[in-house]
C-alpha cells in the first residue's frame, strides 16, 4: 500500500470501488446470514441483480410529493458517493489536493441520511414520517459518537484527514493500540448496526410497519430512484466499514506501485470482510431492540466514545 | 518486556476493565451482567500473569491462578446457581434510568483520572493508569449497587468493586503479599455464600428478593 | 511470656467456639461460654500487666501496645458480661420461642468465632490482616443478626453484611495506597505492618496517603457506623439478639474505630494532623447531627439505641477531631465509657422488652413497679447515655469539649452542646416514661432473672467507678495510649 501522497485519478478509482464493491458486500452479509439460518439464501451477487431491475423500471410518484421529491436520491447518492471518495482504500496518506477530512466524511454521511428524512416527509405518507421521525431520534445518538472516536484517533495524530490517520496507524497491529483505541473500537463496534441500519437497531429485511426505520423513508421511491436510493444505502455501508478499518485496522505493508495496489486493495478487502462477518453475526444472534431502549444501547457507545476520548486527553 | 510495554500492556487493559464495567451498568439482565463480571475477572487474571512476568514476582502468578479459578470461574458460576434457583424475572428496572446512570459513570472516570494525574509520583509505585481505573471501578461498582434493586446485581456490584480493588493492588511494584491477598479472596468466597444462602433463604421464606425487603424504615 | 500470650489470645475464643459444637446441653454451653470469658480477661489482665511494665511487644503479625490494649480490655470485659448475661436471656428466649434449642450449639460457636475474629482486629500489627479479621467480624454477625430467622432479621441483615462488606473494601483500597506509599519509600517489597510503616510515616508522599485516609475514612467509617454510612446500623443493632447488639454496638464499632486510628497516625505523621483531624471532625459532626432527629422521633427501643450509637461514634470521632493530648484521651476514654454503658442499656433493655413482648417504647410503661431492679439499671443506664454526672459518658464528653475550646473549634462545639442538650432531653423523657407510671397489662410478672442482673451490675459498677473517679493504672494506661496516637 502506498503511503504519501495520492493523486486525483486514484481517488477517483477509489471511490468507483467502493461504489462499484458496495452492493457486493451487502451480499455477503445476506448469504453469510443464510448460511447461520441453515438455508441457501439468495446468490452473492443478487443486490447487483436487485438494482439493474430497479433502473430498469418506471417511476411512479405521488401527486403530493414537490417537485424536490425527483432530486431527492440523485442529491443522496451524490452525497453518499462524494463521502465515499473520502475513504483511503488502497492509499494511506493524504491526498495530493484538499479533498476533505473525517469531519467531512460524516457531515455528507449526515446530509445524506437528512435528505433522505426529508424526501419521506416531502411524498406525505404516513410510514414516511414514521420512519423519518424514528431515524431521526437516533442520528443525534449516533453521529456525535462518531465524531467523538474521530476525535480521539485524532488527537494522537494531530490532524482529522483519513488518510493521513491511517498511516499514522501503521503496520502493526493490537500491540501498537493505545488504550482508548480500545474503548473507540468497542464504540465504533456498538455503531455500526446503528450505521449501516442492521439488527439490533433496524431490520432491513423488513416491510412491517412498526418495525421499518431506514425502509420507512424508501416506500415512496420507485423506479431508477429506489435504485439510487438502494445504491446509495450500500455505498453508506461500505463507507462506514471502510471509516473503521481506516481509523482501527493496520495498513498493509508498503510495497511498489503494481503490486502495492494489489496487496493494498486485497488488505482492504480483507479487512471489510472482517466487519462484514461481525455485522452478519449480530444480525444472526439478537433481536431487534425496541424503539426505546435503542437509546439505551447506543450509549453504551456513547459512553465507550466519551472515556476513549477522556483517556486520550487525561 | 520492558516496562513500556507493561505499561501500554496494563493500560489496554485498563481501558478494557473499563468496558466490561460499562457493560455491567447498562445490563439489562442479570445474565448478561454476570458474565461481563466473569470477564473482569479474566482480565485481572490476564494482567496479574503479564505483571508477573514482568516483575518476576512467583506470588503474582499464584495470586493471578486463584483469580482466574475464583473469580472468574468458581463465585460467577455460585451466582448462576443462584439465579437459577431463584426463576428470577429476567428483566431488572434500575433505580435511575440506564442513561442517568451511565452519564454518573462517565463523570466518575474522569474524576478518578483527574484525581490521580494529581499525584505526581504514583506512577512509579503503581504501574500504568492502574490507580484510576482502579478507583473508577471501585466507585462504579458502588454505582451499581446503589441504583440496583436485586440482590444478585448488588453483588456482582460487589465483585466488581473488588476487581477493581485487586487491581491496583496488583500493579504496585512488586505486588502486595501472597498471604494477604489470598486472606482476601477467602473471606471474599466466605461472604458471598453467607450472602448466597441468604438471598435463597429469604426467596423460599418470603417469596422476595431480599435487596427489595424496605420494612425498617425511620 | 507476653509474646505467647499474643498468639494464645486469640486462640482461646476459637478452640471454644469449636468446643461449642461437641455438645447441645444450654447448662454446658453456658458454662463453657462464661469459662471461656472469664479465662480471656484473665488472660488479658496478665498481658496488660506485662505491657505496662515493659512495653509494646510484638510477634509475627501481631502486636499489642497501649492503644490496642484500651480496645482489648474493653473488648474481654464485654463479652464476660455479655456471657454472663446470656445464661439468663437464654433461658427466657428458649422458653418463649425465640432461639430454638437445637440451634444452640452454632449460636455459641458463631459468638466466640465472632470475638475471635476482633480478638485478632485489635492484635494486628499487619494491616491487611486487620481487613481480613474484620471481614470474618462482618460475615459472623451478619449470621449472627439473622439470627432469628424472620423477615426483619434477614433484611438486617442482608443491609448489613452488603453495605459493610462494600464499606471494609473501600478500607482495602485505602490499605493498598498506604502500602503502595509504603513500598515507594522503602523500596522493594513493601511492609503491611503498621509499625514500620509508622517508622517511615513522615517520608510517605502526601498525596497517596492523603486519598488511602479518604477511603480508609469512608470504609471503616462504615464499618463504625459514622454517618453517612451508618444506614444499616439501626436495622443490625436493633434486629440482632439483644447480646450480639450488645456486642456489636459496645465493641465491634469501636474496633473499626481503631483501625481508623491505626491510619490517622499515619496520615498524621505523612500529611501532618490537621487534615487527618479535618476529615475525622466532618464525619464526627455529621453523625452527631444526622443522628439526633432519628433518636428524637424513635418508637423500637432498641433502634433508638442503635441510632444512639451512630451519635457516640461521632463524639469519638470529634475527640479525635479535636486533637491534641485532651480532646485524643478523651475520645479513648469515651469508647470505653459508651460501650460499657451501651452494653448495659442493651442489656436492661432487652430483660424489658423480654418482659412486656414488644419493642415498642409505649406499650413498655410502669417497669419499676414489676422490674425494680431491673428498671434501676435502665434508669442508670439512660442517665448516663445521657451525659448525667457523675456517670462515666459525662466525664469523657466534658473532655472531649475541653479538647474542643482548646483547639477553638467553635462551630463544632456549638453544634456538638446543643445535639447533646436535645439527646439529654429526649432520652430522659423516653426513659422516664418506660420506667413509672402504670404497669401495662401485657407485663409479664415472673421474678427477674439472676444472672442478667449479675451481668448488669458488673457494668453498672465499671459505669460509676469510671464517672466518678478514674482509676491510675486505667489513666496511667489511657495516656499512654494518648501518646500512641499523637506521637
Not at chain 1, 445524506?112 to 420512519?131: E, I, K, P
Request: hydrophobic share 60%; aromatic share 8%; proline share 4%.
Amino acid at each position: 500500500m502506498m503511503t504519501g501522497e495520492s493523486p486525483l485519478g486514484l481517488v477517483l478509482l477509489e471511490m468507483a470501488l467502493l461504489v462499484l464493491l458496495g452492493p457486493l458486500v451487502t451480499g455477503i452479509i445476506q448469504k453469510l446470514k443464510a448460511r447461520l439460518q441453515c438455508r441457501q439464501g439468495a446468490g452473492v451477487l443478487q443486490p447487483y441483480r436487485d438494482l439493474a431491475k430497479l433502473f430498469r423500471k418506471g417511476t411512479v410518484q405521488a401527486d403530493t410529493a414537490s417537485g424536490f421529491f425527483w432530486w431527492i436520491p440523485v442529491l443522496v447518492l451524490a452525497a453518499t458517493v462524494a463521502a465515499g471518495a473520502l475513504v483511503p482504500v488502497v492509499r494511506a496518506g493524504p491526498s495530493a489536493f484538499p479533498l476533505g477530512d473525517a469531519l467531512m466524511l460524516l457531515g455528507l454521511l449526515a446530509l445524506a441520511r437528512f435528505l433522505t428524512a426529508v424526501g419521506a416527509l416531502d411524498a406525505g405518507g404516513a410510514f414516511g414520517g414514521m420512519g423519518a421521525s424514528r431515524e431521526m431520534t437516533i442520528a443525534p445518538l449516533v453521529e456525535p459518537v462518531l465524531m467523538m472516536v474521530v476525535f480521539s484517533t485524532a488527537v494522537a495524530a494531530g490532524t482529522t484527514e483519513l488518510g493521513a490517520l491511517a498511516a499514522q496507524r501503521g503496520t502493526s497491529w493490537i500491540l501498537d493500540w493505545h488504550a482508548a483505541d480500545f474503548l473507540g473500537f468497542a464504540a465504533m463496534l456498538v455503531l455500526l448496526p446503528s450505521e449501516t441500519g442492521r439488527i439490533p437497531v433496524d431490520n432491513p429485511d423488513t416491510h412491517l410497519e412498526l418495525t421499518m426505520l431506514h425502509e420507512g423513508m424508501l416506500l415512496e421511491h420507485s423506479g431508477p430512484g429506489l435504485g439510487c436510493m438502494a445504491l446509495a444505502s450500500h455505498t453508506r455501508q461500505i463507507v462506514t466499514l471502510g471509516l473503521v478499518s481506516a481509523l482501527f485496522f493496520p495498513v498493509a505493508a508498503d510495497g511498489a506501485d503494481a503490486t502495492g495496489l494489489l496487496l493494498g486493495a486485497g488488505a482492504f478487502a480483507a479487512k471489510i470482510l472482517v466487519l462484514a462477518t461481525y455485522l452478519a453475526l449480530v444480525e444472526s444472534s439478537y433481536a431487534k431492540l425496541r424503539l426505546f431502549r435503542v437509546p439505551q444501547y447506543l450509549a453504551i457507545g456513547f459512553v465507550c466514545a466519551l472515556t476513549a476520548l477522556a483517556l486520550r486527553i487525561l | 518486556m520492558s516496562a513500556e510495554s507493561v505499561y501500554t500492556i496494563v493500560d489496554d487493559l485498563g481501558a478494557l476493565l473499563l468496558f466490561t464495567m460499562i457493560l455491567i451498568l447498562a445490563a439489562g439482565q442479570i445474565y448478561r451482567a454476570i458474565y461481563a463480571v466473569a470477564a473482569q475477572s479474566l482480565l485481572i487474571a490476564i494482567a496479574g500473569g503479564v505483571l508477573a512476568t514482568a516483575t518476576g514476582n512467583v506470588d503474582l502468578w499464584v495470586i493471578a491462578g486463584v483469580t482466574l479459578g475464583v473469580k472468574a470461574m468458581v463465585l460467577p458460576w455460585v451466582l448462576l446457581w443462584v439465579v437459577r434457583r431463584m426463576n428470577v424475572r429476567r428483566e431488572v428496572e434500575p433505580v435511575i434510568p440506564v442513561a442517568a446512570t451511565l452519564t454518573l459513570a462517565v463523570m466518575v472516570v474522569v474524576m478518578s483520572f483527574h484525581v490521580s494525574a494529581s499525584l505526581g509520583s504514583v506512577r512509579h509505585a503503581i504501574t500504568g493508569n492502574a490507580l484510576p481505573v482502579g478507583i473508577a471501578l471501585t466507585l462504579l461498582g458502588v454505582l451499581v449497587m446503589a441504583t440496583r434493586k436485586t440482590a444478585l446485581h448488588q453483588m456482582v456490584g460487589l465483585f466488581a468493586s473488588e476487581n477493581g480493588i485487586f487491581f491496583t493492588a496488583m500493579a504496585v511494584t512488586q505486588g502486595m503479599p501472597l498471604i494477604i491477598e489470598i486472606g482476601v479472596i477467602l473471606d471474599v468466597i466466605l461472604a458471598v455464600l453467607v450472602m448466597a444462602i441468604m438471598v435463597l433463604r429469604v426467596r423460599s421464606t418470603v417469596d422476595a428478593d431480599i435487596a427489595s425487603l424496605d420494612r425498617l424504615r425511620g | 511470656m507476653a509474646e505467647t500470650l499474643l498468639w494464645v489470645l486469640p486462640l482461646v475464643p476459637t478452640v471454644t467456639a469449636l468446643a461449642m459444637l461437641t455438645t447441645g446441653d444450654r447448662r454446658i454451653l453456658s458454662a463453657i461460654d462464661v469459662g471461656s470469658s472469664a479465662v480471656l480477661v484473665a488472660l488479658t489482665l496478665l498481658l496488660a500487666r506485662e505491657v505496662e511494665a515493659g512495653g509494646p511487644r510484638s510477634l509475627g503479625v501481631f502486636r499489642v501496645d497501649d492503644l490496642g490494649l484500651v480496645f482489648l480490655l474493653l473488648l474481654v470485659v464485654l463479652t464476660l458480661a455479655v456471657s454472663i448475661y446470656t445464661v439468663g436471656w437464654l433461658r427466657q428466649a428458649v422458653a418463649v420461642g425465640n432461639m430454638k434449642a437445637e440451634s444452640l450449639r452454632s449460636y455459641f460457636a458463631l459468638v466466640h468465632a465472632f470475638v475471635a475474629t476482633m480478638v485478632v482486629t485489635v492484635l494486628a500489627d499487619n494491616l491487611g490482616v486487620l481487613w481480613i479479621a474484620m471481614e470474618g467480624t462482618t460475615i459472623t454477625s451478619a449470621v449472627l443478626v439473622g439470627y432469628h430467622g424472620h423477615r426483619h432479621g434477614l433484611e438486617a441483615a442482608w443491609k448489613y453484611i452488603i453495605v459493610t462488606t462494600i464499606g471494609i473494601s473501600f478500607g482495602l483500597f485505602g490499605t493498598v495506597l498506604v502500602y503502595a506509599a509504603a513500598a515507594d519509600v522503602m523500596g522493594g517489597a513493601g511492609t503491611m505492618s503498621w509499625s514500620a510503616i509508622m517508622e517511615v510515616a513522615p517520608t510517605l508522599d502526601p498525596g497517596i496517603v492523603r486519598i488511602g485516609f479518604i477511603f480508609v475514612m469512608i470504609g471503616y467509617g462504615t464499618k463504625a457506623g459514622l454517618a453517612p454510612m451508618h444506614l444499616w446500623l439501626p436495622d443490625a443493632h436493633s434486629q440482632a439478639p439483644t447480646p450480639v447488639s450488645a456486642l456489636l454496638s459496645g465493641v465491634l464499632i469501636k474496633c473499626a474505630l481503631l483501625a481508623i486510628i491505626r491510619f490517622q497516625t499515619i496520615a498524621a505523621a505523612a500529611c501532618g494532623p490537621a487534615f487527618a483531624e479535618e476529615v475525622l471532625l466532618v464525619f464526627g459532626l455529621i453523625s452527631v447531627v444526622v443522628a439526633t432527629p432519628f433518636i428524637l422521633a424513635q418508637r423500637d427501643l432498641k433502634r433508638l439505641l442503635g441510632y444512639h450509637s451512630v451519635e457516640h461514634v461521632g463524639i469519638v470521632a470529634l475527640g479525635l477531631g479535636f486533637g491534641g493530648a485532651v480532646g485524643t484521651y478523651g475520645a479513648l476514654l469515651h469508647v470505653v465509657n459508651h460501650g460499657v454503658t451501651k452494653a448495659l442499656a442493651f442489656f436492661a433493655a432487652g430483660t424489658a422488652i423480654a418482659r412486656y413482648g414488644s419493642r415498642d417504647m409505649r406499650a413498655i410503661r410502669g417497669l419499676f413497679a414489676v422490674a425494680p431492679i431491673g428498671a434501676t439499671f435502665l434508669m442508670l443506664a439512660a442517665l448516663s447515655l445521657a451525659g448525667v454526672p457523675p456517670f462515666s459518658i459525662f466525664v469523657s464528653e466534658l473532655l472531649v469539649l475541653r479538647g474542643g475550646i482548646g483547639h477553638a473549634h467553635w462551630v463544632a462545639i456549638a453544634i456538638f452542646l446543643v445535639m447533646v442538650v436535645v439527646i439529654f432531653a429526649g432520652l430522659l423523657h423516653h426513659a422516664g416514661a418506660m420506667a413509672f407510671g402504670e404497669p401495662a397489662a401485657a407485663a409479664g410478672r415472673e421474678p427477674e432473672a439472676w444472672s442478667p442482673l449479675l451481668a448488669m451490675m458488673l457494668l453498672a459498677a465499671i459505669m460509676v467507678l469510671l464517672g466518678l473517679t478514674i482509676p491510675a493504672s486505667v489513666d496511667g494506661l489511657l495516656r499512654r495510649a494518648t501518646e500512641v496516637v499523637i506521637g
